[in-house]
């Protein structure tokens, strides 16, 4: 009698688990026959792998979901029966995984035929997708991606930024544009999907570069570069500050010849040795003053302080402290460079080429118009505290007064 009665007991609750697991193999028919009669009308673009409703199917996706669902819907089951049930919901999985193979082979493009999307199809496919990285990242149909850059060579104007920036470009893992954007200073307001279009495609384990001298001097460029990458790395090519006025001012001179001499721009009274300050060709090189707006917002160890005057005597030492800033391999070396006599800079060239080296052009290594020693000596002893101040700031000595103590022995003999 007891032999029945627990009998009685035991078939009183197969059917229940039974029930169960029967609906619950529906459940899955139903999900799996559901997918197959929409797919069609699904419009995702074809990748190797697909999104149905947002959520990215995979090989391994669907099991994994179901199995989530199985153990939550099948607490207080024995080990045996949810193995079981496992079991079940597995099977029906495989078979799914298998159909979706088989619409991989029916409906995606070929691997030669993938090569050639149309635009259209990749366009749709990024404003789709949503994730973070795609805030900062922008596919292309060529290579690679177009990146917000990670380093910039923020300034300064005249003092060696753009034979810094051709000789990084020598180097395979630096990809840098061209042109200045003058994004953070003239463009902001078009927007950082504006500006990181401008940049190169870069492969994985490549630098994004770009050069505009003038943020240096830009109150508001901080901020912004801050706001961007708080962590990207900044380079400042400096150089003895009248030296670079007076390479300035040779510039504006060979646009504009009807300007007024460079002693007259300099001085708001020469009588009384009062410097302009606020001439823009002698406030850039108050470098202490600029500096200190960008260690609001950058710690120094995120800066690379580039000597424009080193940059020309001894290109290849100065080329090793900056691919060792940027983490890159030195690649850049004495091989690279030749110094040219005529223009009293050096100029690029590769290792295993034979022909021309390839020199900056014509707007650069301009002869300086003749300078009155004693306006020389004025701005010298005006830029000094400041060049100090520069020195302790940024724990570098540049030497600008072994410069001027030179000149002032060769005006004395």
């Not at 090989?59 to 049930?85: H, I, N, P, W």
């Not at 001012?249 to 300007?259: C, D, F, M, V």
Request: aromatic letters at 12%.
């Amino acid at each position: 009698m007891a032999f029945w009665s627990s009998t009685s007991g035991f078939t009183s609750k197969v059917p229940r688990k039974i029930l169960f697991m029967f609906t619950l193999s529906l459940s899955v028919t139903y999900l799996f026959y559901s997918l197959m009669s929409c797919y069609n009308s699904l419009q995702f673009p074809l990748q190797d792998n697909y999104v149905f409703q947002g959520r990215l199917v995979t090989d391994e996706t669907t099991f994994v979901t179901l199995r989530e669902k199985l153990y939550s819907a099948s607490q207080g089951f024995t080990e045996v029966e949810r193995t079981t049930a496992i079991s079940t919901v597995k099977d029906h999985a495989e078979a799914e995984q298998r159909t979706v193979e088989w619409i991989r082979t029916q409906a995606s493009p070929t691997k030669s035929a993938a090569a050639y999307h149309t635009s259209a199809l990749e366009r749709e496919h990024q404003e789709f997708s949503t994730t973070d990285s795609d805030l900062r990242v922008n596919c292309t149909s060529d290579y690679g991606e177009k990146k917000l850059p990670q380093a910039i060579i923020i300034g300064v104007k005249k003092g060696g930024t753009r034979a810094l920036l051709e000789a990084l470009r020598v180097h395979p893992d630096v990809r840098a544009v061209g042109n200045e954007p003058h994004f953070f200073d003239r463009n902001y307001e078009k927007g950082l999907d504006w500006y990181r279009d401008l940049m190169p495609s870069t492969l994985e384990g490549q630098i994004t570069m770009e050069k505009t001298p003038s943020y240096f001097v830009t109150n508001h460029a901080p901020k912004r570069i801050h706001s961007m990458a708080r962590d990207i790395k900044l380079i400042i090519v400096v150089r003895n500050p009248v030296t670079r006025a007076i390479s300035d001012y040779t510039q504006t001179l060979s646009k504009k010849p009807e300007i007024p001499t460079f002693e007259v721009l300099a001085f708001k009274n020469r009588t009384l040795g009062l410097i302009d300050a606020s001439w823009s060709a002698l406030r850039i090189g108050i470098y202490a003053l600029h500096l200190e707006s960008w260690m609001q917002y950058f710690p120094l160890s995120q800066m690379h302080f580039v000597s424009g005057e080193r940059l020309i005597v001894d290109p290849a030492g100065e080329m090793a402290k900056v691919q060792d800033f940027l983490g890159l391999k030195r690649i850049v070396t004495d091989k690279h460079f030749y110094f040219n006599k005529t223009k009293g800079f050096p100029c690029l060239k590769k290792p295993e080429d034979s022909s021309t080296p390839r020199c900056l052009g014509k707007s650069k290594g301009r002869t300086h118009p003749k300078i009155d020693p004693d306006v020389i000596r004025r701005l010298h002893k005006f830029y000094k505290p400041f060049n100090m101040m520069f020195y302790q700031m940024t724990g570098q000595n540049f030497e600008w007064e072994l410069e001027e103590d030179s000149e002032s022995r060769s005006s004395q003999d």
